[in-house]
């Protein structure tokens, strides 16, 4: 993964062994050392302090009704800024009312991140009736162009930068991003913190296309008595109008 480490202080108390953070704290800096400015979403148990945490940090929250208009208000910023828009939802069912937008995000390569708080696994997974109690991973994974799972809050630094890179590589599209509460309100220290924050680098490299293959192409189209153009979002992200138009 292009990425690389940071030592970003941490925000936190202080503790007798020194300053404190948590999951929180961690998603909003790894978040912020990311370039995201804006989150849209609904929130409730257990992402109400993430979103408060965020706007007091500087970052804009946008909260919505419905958690499919949040995902698909994320998803439409991500295509105008060719960057992730990130939309903040609660377990069960405001994470299965964004994983609609996801949906949609992904099919029409919109880069976008769903971060979903959820129940602990070792009570999801011997279905023993936990608050909201769903597994979101397997739920969202028919749907995204990925989805991960945070276990620890050393990892969540490392989890919202692949969750970034993978919206925006390739062909674009929706990530799932799963923490549980537990994740959220765990706490260590904030230097160690700190050192487990990533930051992407050139996570969309500029591909080349093969200069043989550019010549069959336009052989192809140079025999062509009635030739067809057909334009996607390749274009629209490249910026091309103008020499599409010339090409015309």
Known sequence: MSVTSTQQPGLGEVGGS??????????????????????????????????????????????????????????????????????????????????????????????????????????????????????????????????????????IGRGVARAIRTAVSGRPGGVYLDIPAAVLGEVLDAHEGAATLWQVVNPAPRQLPDPGEVERAVELLAAASRPLIVLGKGAAYARAEGPIREFV
């Open 18 to 155: 020194g300053p404190l953070t948590d999951g929180i704290h961690l998603v909003v800096d790894a978040l912020r050392l990311n370039a995201v400015q804006t989150i849209y979403g609904l929130v409730g148990i257990p992402i109400t302090d993430l979103a408060r945490v965020a706007q007091a940090s500087g970052m804009r929250y946008i909260g919505f009704r419905h958690e499919s208009d949040a995902g698909h208000a994320a998803a439409a910023a991500g295509f105008l800024t060719q960057r992730p828009g990130v939309c903040l939802t609660v377990s069960a069912p405001g994470f299965l009312n964004g994983l609609v937008a996801l949906a949609n995000a992904t099919t029409n390569c919109f880069p976008m991140v769903q971060i979903s708080g959820s129940s602990e696994r070792h009570i999801v997974d011997l279905q023993r009736g936990d608050y909201e109690e769903m597994d979101q991973l397997a739920a969202a994974k028919p749907f995204a162009k990925a989805a991960y799972r945070v276990s620890r809050a050393a990892d």
